[in-house]
């Protein structure tokens, strides 16, 4: 990996004699400018860290001395657009689809498929169809009813204009029908009755199955018998190669039956199609040009071709893209099944809970579409499986919600303090955003009374700390502390309140931090993104038992 440590001197230094201090945020985007590759992400945000906490330990004199150092390294104008990579076979009649399976609410990691296609549609002027995979699930992995509404609700969100009406896979069953007997009729599929230890040891051995021998009209017949038979009983491959180099694309099934009740279909129907036969089909008849995918979906690729070649159509533009591991996730791990556990179980408040990292639990937490989308714009068609931290994302919605979040005081487990020889000051005039210095607020003072957090008065009791835009106090034993006058020396500047709000905030682990609040947040709309001074941002979201509810956002 290429040395970035000049380039990261040179804009932590600019950004901190701009802001007043240097963000790691605002500074891994220029990077990209610089032949900084997404995959070395992960390496190169430590060192972004540690040169900014380096930098902001310096004093404004010693920052332009030593940007001088680094000026040469620094790019004036802001890094190129980076777009999206082309596509084979463009036209001006490209046609992507959305497939969900609706076993839960969107997340953050399955989310990239799916917003590629509508940013590739998007890029093309093409269209995208939205097409719920609401085939028949396991046990493991059933149909939530409320998924439906939570796709939607994400697609929404995340600003994808499909075409309508929705499609729906439980609505097209007799069309999967239809082509399941042409290919019995084809003598390329077969109904087996075989158990599965007896499909391994065929399979293991290249060696047909003798149901694969009955001739179509047999075929036929057995397969109208599946619709009465027991689970388990019987299903109906597609006839390939028992010499094929992948055991497991040798016969693979196209229907199972199952007595589950569907939700929107009930039980209706008991025989169900598999992905590949459902998939193979769909693509054709709704002319589906181009299918972006993960690589998890190889095999399903290669049986969709295998079926289109048996009736000879036209086969779409597949592109597979490499999975993404998202690293820094707090207390959650991405997977709809876990999540669909934790919901059921009431072990997760609901599908908008920070540990599902749905796309609801993303606005709630204040995380803006236009940070999601750009930021899976900016990993793209990956070849190969990467992992990217999270951290990527903060930053974008960092550079987003920065200037319209106001500053406030937040103080996380309240340790109230009582201040000797304290100034009778009642009032002061604090600005709201460094960057809006004409902007400010009142805050109102108890002379000689004061809260601060537990971990402030613990990491500096016996010292000197610095009250943020107030004074400066030396902490004593037993709560007290006591006015000092040293003057403008470095020491700890902390946060502080006086006239307390009870507050509490939900953080992306799911546990609550208490704490009291400056009473200046009883003025905010629910909705409004703040920052709390030294704590990070956040999204009120409304009051409930006497007490403000934040959820946070990110630092």
Same mark, same amino acid.
């Given at each position: !990996?290429?040395?970035?440590?000049?380039?990261?001197?040179?804009?932590?230094?600019?950004?901190?004699?701009?802001?007043?201090?240097?963000?790691?945020? /605002?500074?891994?985007?220029?990077?990209?400018?610089?032949?900084?590759?997404?995959?070395?992400? %992960?390496?190169?945000?430590?060192? $972004?860290?540690?040169?900014?906490?380096?930098?902001?330990?310096?004093?404004?004199?010693?920052?332009?001395?030593?940007?001088?150092?680094?000026?040469?390294?620094?790019?004036?104008?802001?890094?190129?657009?980076?777009?999206?990579?082309?596509?084979?076979?463009?036209?001006?009649? !490209?046609?992507?689809?959305?497939?969900?399976?609706?076993?839960?609410?969107?997340?953050?990691?399955?989310?990239?498929?799916?917003?590629?296609?509508?940013?590739?549609?998007? %890029?093309? @002027?093409?269209?995208?169809?939205?097409?719920?995979?609401?085939? =028949?699930?396991?046990?493991?992995?059933?149909?939530?009813?409320?998924?439906?509404?939570?796709?939607?609700?994400?697609?929404?969100?995340?600003?994808?204009?499909?075409?309508?009406?929705?499609?729906?896979?439980?609505?097209?069953?007799?069309?999967?029908?239809?082509?399941?007997?042409?290919? !019995?009729?084809?003598?390329?599929?077969?109904?087996?009755?075989?158990?599965?230890?007896?499909?391994?040891?065929?399979?293991?051995?290249?060696?047909?199955?003798?149901? &694969?021998?009955?001739?179509?009209?047999?075929?036929?017949?057995?397969?109208?018998?599946?619709?009465?038979?027991?689970?388990?009983?019987?299903?109906? &491959?597609?006839? #390939?190669?028992?010499?094929?180099?992948?055991?497991?694309?040798?016969?693979?099934?196209?229907?199972?039956?199952?007595?589950?009740?569907?939700?929107?279909?009930?039980?209706?129907? /008991?025989?169900?199609?598999?992905?590949? !036969?459902?998939?193979?089909?769909?693509?054709?008849?709704?002319?589906?040009?181009?299918?972006? /995918?993960?690589?998890?979906?190889?095999?399903?690729?290669?049986?969709?071709?295998?079926?289109?070649?048996?009736?000879?159509?036209?086969?779409?533009?597949?592109?597979?893209?490499?999975?993404?591991?998202?690293?820094?996730?707090?207390?959650?791990?991405?997977?709809?099944?876990?999540?669909?556990?934790?919901?059921?179980?009431?072990?997760?408040?609901?599908?908008?809970?920070?540990?599902?990292?749905?796309?609801?639990?993303?606005?709630?937490?204040?995380?803006?579409?236009?940070?999601?989308?750009?930021?899976?714009?900016?990993? @793209?068609?990956?070849?190969?499986?990467?992992?990217?931290?999270?951290?990527?994302?903060?930053?974008?919605?960092? %550079?987003?919600?920065?200037?319209?979040?106001?500053?406030?005081?937040?103080?996380?487990?309240? $340790?109230?303090?009582?201040?000797?020889?304290?100034? %009778? #000051?009642?009032?002061?005039?604090?600005?709201?955003?460094?960057?809006?210095?004409?902007?400010?607020?009142?805050?109102? =003072?108890?002379?000689?009374?004061?809260?601060?957090?537990?971990?402030?008065?613990?990491?500096?009791?016996?010292?000197?700390? /610095?009250?943020?835009?107030?004074?400066?106090?030396?902490?004593?034993?037993?709560?007290?502390?006591?006015?000092? #006058? #040293?003057?403008?020396?470095?020491?700890?500047?902390?946060?502080?309140?006086?006239?307390? $709000?009870?507050?509490?905030?939900?953080?992306?682990?799911?546990?609550?931090?208490?704490?009291?609040?400056?009473?200046?947040?009883?003025?905010?709309?629910?909705?409004?993104?703040?920052?709390?001074?030294?704590?990070?941002?956040?999204?009120?979201?409304?009051?409930?038992?006497?007490?403000?509810?934040?959820?946070?956002?990110?630092?």
């Amino acid at each position: !990996m290429k040395d970035f440590t000049n380039e990261i001197n040179g804009y932590a230094l600019k950004n901190a004699m701009e802001f007043g201090k240097a963000d790691a945020g /605002r500074i891994l985007p220029k990077l990209f400018n610089h032949g900084l590759d997404k995959k070395e992400i %992960k390496n190169v945000m430590s060192v $972004v860290q540690e040169i900014v906490k380096k930098v902001n330990s310096l004093k404004k004199e010693d920052m332009e001395k030593e940007f001088g150092k680094f000026k040469e390294y620094v790019k004036e104008h802001e890094e190129k657009e980076r777009t999206l990579a082309e596509l084979p076979n463009t036209s001006d009649k !490209m046609v992507f689809r959305l497939a969900p399976y609706p076993s839960g609410a969107l997340h953050i990691g399955n989310a990239k498929t799916y917003l590629l296609n509508a940013l590739y549609a998007e %890029k093309y @002027g093409g269209k995208i169809l939205f097409v719920m995979d609401d085939t =028949i699930g396991s046990e493991e992995k059933s149909i939530m009813p409320e998924s439906y509404k939570l796709l939607e609700e994400a697609f929404k969100w995340l600003k994808v204009k499909y075409e309508l009406p929705v499609y729906y896979k439980s609505d097209r069953l007799e069309i999967y029908y239809d082509y399941a007997l042409q290919l !019995m009729k084809k003598g390329k599929a077969y109904v087996c009755h075989c158990a599965q230890e007896e499909l391994r040891e065929n399979r293991a051995k290249e060696r047909e199955c003798g149901c &694969r021998q009955f001739p179509p009209a047999i075929q036929l017949k057995r397969w109208k018998d599946m619709f009465t038979a027991k689970m388990g009983e019987a299903v109906l &491959r597609l006839k #390939t190669s028992m010499q094929d180099p992948n055991p497991a694309f040798r016969d693979r099934v196209l229907f199972k039956i199952s007595d589950k009740e569907h939700p929107r279909v009930g039980k209706k129907y /008991r025989v169900w199609p598999t992905l590949d !036969m459902c998939w193979a089909i769909d693509d054709h008849l709704l002319g589906i040009t181009h299918i972006i /995918r993960g690589n998890d979906l190889m095999i399903e690729t290669d049986m969709e071709k295998y079926i289109w070649d048996i009736f000879k159509w036209k086969h779409p533009e597949t592109i597979h893209a490499g999975l993404i591991k998202i690293e820094g996730i707090e207390g959650a791990k991405l997977s709809k099944s876990k999540a669909q556990a934790e919901v059921k179980s009431g072990a997760f408040s609901g599908w908008d809970d920070p540990r599902t990292w749905s796309i609801q639990s993303l606005s709630r937490r204040g995380i803006r579409v236009e940070a999601v989308r750009e930021f899976i714009s900016s990993i @793209g068609l990956n070849k190969q499986d990467i992992t990217t931290p999270i951290d990527a994302l903060y930053a974008i919605n960092r %550079k987003l919600i920065d200037l319209e979040a106001d500053r406030y005081y937040f103080v996380p487990n309240a $340790v109230e303090l009582e201040i000797k020889n304290a100034p %009778k #000051t009642r009032e002061i005039e604090v600005p709201v955003h460094p960057d809006k210095p004409k902007e400010t607020m009142k805050m109102r =003072i108890t002379p000689g009374r004061v809260w601060i957090s537990k971990e402030d008065y613990e990491n500096f009791k016996g010292k000197e700390v /610095r009250l943020l835009h107030l004074f400066n106090m030396e902490l004593k034993e037993k709560n007290k502390a006591e006015f000092t #006058t #040293t003057g403008n020396m470095p020491i700890p500047k902390i946060t502080w309140v006086s006239f307390p $709000v009870k507050a509490r905030v939900l953080m992306p682990d799911g546990q609550w931090v208490e704490g009291l609040a400056d009473e200046n947040i009883t003025g905010l709309k629910e909705g409004e993104v703040l920052q709390f001074e030294r704590f990070g941002f956040c999204r009120y979201d409304g009051g409930k038992d006497g007490v403000h509810e934040f959820w946070f956002s990110h630092k």
